[in-house]
């Protein structure tokens, strides 16, 4: 079974263009990759990614498997109950 890898380009979709971001900075403190930054503009901090490698939405470290972002944003999907799953084959009680 191959488990679902989502990256910088879910995130960017689901938390920052949609408004759930919070401008925690989470994600650029746990980039291993040190392709995220802050757009400060109007007071609002929102991360985006550097378009050195790969353009504002998308990361190619996250298409090589990379998901440290998505794994530190409290904002991004519930990841508790399917690690739980995945590693001990049950929900923790």
């Not at 079974?1 to 938390?15: A, C, D, G, I």
């Not at 920052?16 to 746990?30: E, I, N, R, Y």
Request: aromatic fraction near 8%; hydrophobic fraction near 30%.
């Amino acid at each position: 079974m191959t488990l679902e890898q989502p990256q910088w380009k879910e995130l960017f979709s689901e938390v920052v263009t949609s408004g759930l971001c919070t401008g925690c900075a989470a994600c650029l403190v746990a980039c291993p990759h040190d392709v995220l930054d802050y757009e400060t503009a109007n007071g609002a901090y929102k991360p985006w990614h550097l378009d050195i490698d790969d353009g504002r939405e998308d990361c190619t470290h996250g298409v090589k498997g990379c998901t440290m972002c998505t794994r530190a944003c409290p904002r991004f999907r519930n990841w508790e109950s399917e690690i739980d799953t995945h590693r001990f084959a049950r929900d923790r009680t």
